[in-house]
């Protein structure tokens, strides 16, 4: 892939970007793909209020009842989101495989570079702390996006059912008259 080399070469900060960008995308879409919204919403809604009966909680058993109670809900959102993490964990190991492959045939470095060596860090970022830190500020946008989509639709589907259920209530009302 001589073609791939040569455009990290010339643009390797533009090039992990687009990668991130990408692949952030195609990850945050399956996930919201494989798992079911309308419950998701429902357990961070459940998990909300209960956070607010903690704050204003002051018996530690009713505390510990209701933490108790979130641990549940956040293993049942562990268990939804285990099918998709399956699902991509091959193929984002593939990926990466071949992106360091790709950089490093490249001879690229830091991406970015800081001009001292901090301990664990070195003295920039490579390919895959660039990736990490610019796939967190994409993955919030498209984490919101989709769940903006999400609750449109959730919306629209509990005004089509509400709008049939009124509709077939005035049928009966009227049938009996």
């Known amino acids: 892939m001589e073609w791939f080399v040569s455009i990290i070469k010339e643009y390797p900060f533009l090039s992990i970007l687009i990668i991130s960008l990408v692949l952030t995308l195609i990850l945050t879409w399956t996930y919201k793909k494989l798992t079911n919204q309308e419950k998701t919403f429902e357990l961070k809604e459940k998990q909300k209020e209960l956070q607010n009966r903690i704050k204003n909680e002051k018996d530690q058993d009713k505390i510990m009842e209701i933490n108790k109670e979130m641990m549940q809900i956040s293993m049942e959102m562990m268990k939804m989101s285990f099918k998709p993490m399956l699902i ?4 984002v190991i593939l990926i990466f495989t071949f992106l360091r492959a790709e950089y ?31 796939s967190f500020g994409f993955s919030m946008i498209f984490n919101n996006l989709f769940d903006k989509i999400y ?22 009302s009227t049938e009996t008259n």
């Open 88 to 91: 991509t964990f091959i193929p």
């Open 104 to 134: 490093a045939t490249a001879n690229i470095g830091d991406i970015i570079s800081w001009g001292k060596n901090i301990p664990i860090f070195g003295t920039g970022a490579g390919w895959f702390l660039c990736y990490i830190v610019l």
């Open 151 to 172: 609750k449109k639709k959730l919306e629209n589907k509990k005004n089509k059912i509400n709008a049939t259920g009124e509709k077939n209530g005035e049928r009966s």
